[in-house]
Each structure stands twice: as structure tokens, then as C-alpha cells.
């Protein structure tokens, strides 16, 4: 039988209730007590600053958050155990997601143990903070982003029979470790290869007989193992030129999920989003049309969109600091407005809070050796304006029911 989220959530409505009725604040690392509700428009609860982007967001029924990573106590990085860092969390968000931690380059050491040592102790310090989270991700499927023993590893005479095995047994350890503590996942990243629009291949895929049969096997598992969990296929097809081979395999690969009734309820849109020039109104206006198109497409077919890691690359900018926050800030709004138009986007998480952390910085350098500015933060955690942009594009957001 296929088991679908709604099926799941009827079936597991009884469920949820007893747990929501016994959960009590943090009691160890192994199964932290359940995350606060979805956010319903209303008033921000007792402690939210009227004016952060979580109270602006939950006005309109959207959350809003960010990546935090781990860190041991006093540690420069994104980290909840940084005071500064976890002051900007606690003020903003009302959602995280592990930057790093539930991926299987940190979870998986070996073909045959666990590690959840660190996605643990983020796990702790959200529910002990009230902060739901998101699960980023069950499987990063490109050979570059799993672990090295992956891409070595020998799948014995029926190899079929094992990639099938490590391929499950990890998504049921990892959902059913976290029950209904996270509701929603990123089942499959970042599957398609913008260069030509195929598929990759892992070891993994290799073994289990391709990566079509992989992809769906994650769905499928992940739906019977976290019925609750919206499951979401997250990539980084974007509306800037050059992304149009990604945009189609992504809608190819979305397509023959629904043909095959693959379990997956949202399309995860990175948002790594990036300027081309100071003429932001220009830049966006020669962007939109493609862009809309191919989210109509997504959502036509019935997926709900997700912004699952928002950032912005300040290419193309002067130097100097205030033109370039500008830029991206106006960047950053205009693309927000166009988002927030899809009324089932209801959540938006940063991939960072504050510039001092970005990943952009060694990802991808200024050309001018500028340091980057992606993030609502800058070094000294101080506000830019892109935080005041994000601010005015969720309070110009039509409400969500
Ligand atoms: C990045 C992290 O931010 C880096 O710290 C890490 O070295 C590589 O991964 N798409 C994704 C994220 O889905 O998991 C990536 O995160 C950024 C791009």
C-alpha cells in the first residue's frame, strides 16, 4: 500500500497526540521532547522581540530560520555554543536545520556505525530553545559528498540486496531516531547534474540499479519511516543565467517521481541566489520570466516549495560596502516578493545568519577579494540591510491560512 503524508498523518494523528501530551522539556540527547507547533498566524509567543523576523514572519503564518553548525563551548563559528551566534538564532528563527551534521559524510564513519554525537547536541539545544528542525539531508547523491568509504565500498556478490540494505537501514536509523521531532526532511540533495541534466551516479546507485531506483527508494522508505514528515527533493536550480539544464533535469526528475507515485511533497529551492549587476530592478526584471515559469511548473504538479537555503553571492558589485549591501539587499527583496507569491511556500531558511560564517567565503571568494557579504549579519554581527529587506518581504507577504 502506498502510504502518503496524508494517510500517514491520519494514521499517526492518535500517535502525535500521546507524544505532544508526554513530552516534557530536554531530558537527554537520545530523543529530545517534541518541537513547538507549526507557526499559526497569531501573536508571538512571550519572549519574541515584536520586531525580529520570526514575529514578522509568524504574523503572516511562515517561519523563518537558519543553518547553525556544532561547536564546543566558546567556539568561533555558527555554532549554538557561540553566545553571539546563538543570540542571533534565538531572536530570529523560528526553524533550524543542521548546516552540516545530519549528513552522512558526519552521521556514517563506516558502512556499519553511527555517529550522532554532534546532530544530537544541536538537536538538545533546539528543543531546550522551543525551535523545531528541519532534517538536511537523508541522501546527498553525488559521489563528491558522501563519505570516501562509500565510493570504495564492496557490495558482495548481490550487491543489489546490499546498497538496498545500507540505503534503508540508514534512512529508518536516522527517522526513526528523530520520530515526529522533525517534520520535515530533505530525502534527496542536489541529484542532478546541471551540466546536462542527468542523474549522478554513486557507488550506491551503482549497486541498486541506477539512481532512479535510489531516489525512489529514499522516498519510499523515508515515508514509511517518518509518516508524518513532509519529504522534500532540495537542489540549487536558480533563476540566474546558465541554470537552465538544471531547471529541466530538476522538472524531468520531479515529472517521473509523480508518474511512478514516488512519495515527495515539496521541491526544496536552495536559493543560493546570486547578483549580476548594481541595476538590482534590472537584473531581476530579465530574470523573473524563466523563473516563474519553471515554478509553475513545480507547483502545477502539485509539489509545495521550500526555501531551504537562502544566501547571496554579491557578484558583479562596487566594492565599497553600503552600494553592495544595498544590491543585495534590493536583490534579496525582489526575490522574496516573487517567492512569497506561491502561497505554499511557508518557510525560509538562511544558510547562515551572520557573514562571519558563510560558507560562501571559501566556497566561492570575491574575484576583488572582498570579503562576502551573503548573509542578514555582517562580521561584527551587526544588522545589514539585507535583514531589514527579509523583514519588509515577509511583512508584504500575503498571510498564509
Ligand atoms: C555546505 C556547508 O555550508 C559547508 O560547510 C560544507 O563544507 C559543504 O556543504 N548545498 C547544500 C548544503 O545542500 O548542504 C551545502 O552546505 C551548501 C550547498
Known amino acids: 500500500m502506498e502510504i502518503t503524508r496524508r494517510s500517514g498523518l491520519t494514521m499517526l494523528a492518535g500517535l502525535a497526540v500521546s507524544a505532544c501530551a508526554s513530552a516534557g ?3 537527554g540527547l537520545a530523543l529530545p521532547a517534541l518541537p513547538a507547533s507549526p507557526a499559526s498566524p497569531s501573536m508571538p509567543p512571550s519572549g519574541v522581540a515584536p520586531d525580529s523576523l520570526q514575529a514578522v514572519a509568524r504574523s503572516k503564518g511562515l517561519r523563518i530560520g537558519s543553518c547553525v553548525a556544532w561547536g564546543a563551548d566558546g567556539a568561533d563559528r555558527g555554532s549554538f555554543a557561540n553566545p553571539n551566534y546563538a543570540a542571533l538564532l534565538k531572536r530570529d528563527c523560528g526553524l533550524l536545520v543542521a548546516e552540516n551534521e545530519m549528513k552522512w559524510q ?14 544530537d547536541a544541536i538537536m538538545a539545544w533546539a528543543v531546550a530553545n522551543d525551535l523545531p528542525m528541519r532534517g538536511h539531508n537523508l541522501l546527498w547523491h553525488q559521489p563528491k559528498w558522501m563519505p570516501r568509504w562509500e565510493e570504495n565500498h564492496d ?3 548481490n550487491p543489489r540486496q546490499a546498497a538496498e540494505r545500507l540505503l534503508v537501514d540508514h534512512i529508518n536509523t536516522v527517522c526513526r531516531r528523530y520520530g515526529t521531532k522533525i517534520a520535515s526532511y530533505d530525502v534527496v540533495n542536489e541529484a542532478v547534474n546541471p551540466t546536462d541534466s542527468t542523474l549522478y551516479q554513486t557507488a550506491l546507485s551503482r549497486a541498486l540499479g541506477g539512481p532512479e531506483a535510489t531516489l525512489d527508494l529514499a522516498f519510499h522508505t523515508a515515508r514509511a519511516a517518518a509518516p508524518l514528515a513532509q519529504l522534500v527533493y532540495n537542489d540549487y536550480m536558480s533563476w540566474e543565467p546558465g ?20 512519495p515527495v511533497d515539496a521541491l526544496g529551492v536552495q536559493s543560493h541566489i546570486v547578483t549580476q549587476s548594481p541595476d538590482t530592478r534590472g537584473s531581476i526584471a530579465a530574470l523573473e520570466g524563466d523563473w516563474r515559469r519553471f515554478l ?27 552600494p553592495r549591501d544595498r544590491a543585495v539587499a534590493d536583490f534579496t527583496k ?3 516578493d516573487l517567492m512569497f507569491a506561491y502561497p505554499s511556500l511557508k518557510d525560509v531558511l538562511l544558510w547562515g545568519m551572520s557573514d562571519r560564517y558563510s560558507w560562501i567565503e ?19 554581527f551587526a544588522p545589514k540591510p539585507m535583514r531589514s529587506a527579509i523583514a519588509a518581504a515577509l511583512a508584504a507577504a500575503p498571510a498564509r491560512r
Open 106 to 119: 558526519a552521521l556514517r564513519p563506516t558502512a556499519t556505525s553511527f555517529d550522532f554525537t554532534r546532530f
Open 25 to 27: 522539556g530536554t531530558t
Open 362 to 380: 571559501g566556497f566561492e571568494p570575491c574575484p576583488d577579494k572582498a570579503r562576502r557579504r551573503p548573509c542578514p549579519y555582517d562580521d561584527a
Open 296 to 322: 509553475d511548473d513545480v507547483t502545477a504538479m502539485g509539489y509545495d516549495l521550500v526555501i531551504t537555503e537562502l544566501d547571496v553571492r554579491d557578484n558583479g558589485l562596487p566594492a565599497d560596502i553600503a
Open 155 to 157: 557490495f558482495g556478490a
Open 243 to 262: 541554470n537552465a539544464k538544471h531547471r529541466a533535469g530538476v522538472l524531468r526528475l520531479l515529472e517521473g517521481f509523480r508518474a511512478r507515485r514516488i
Open 334 to 336: 525582489g526575490y522574496l
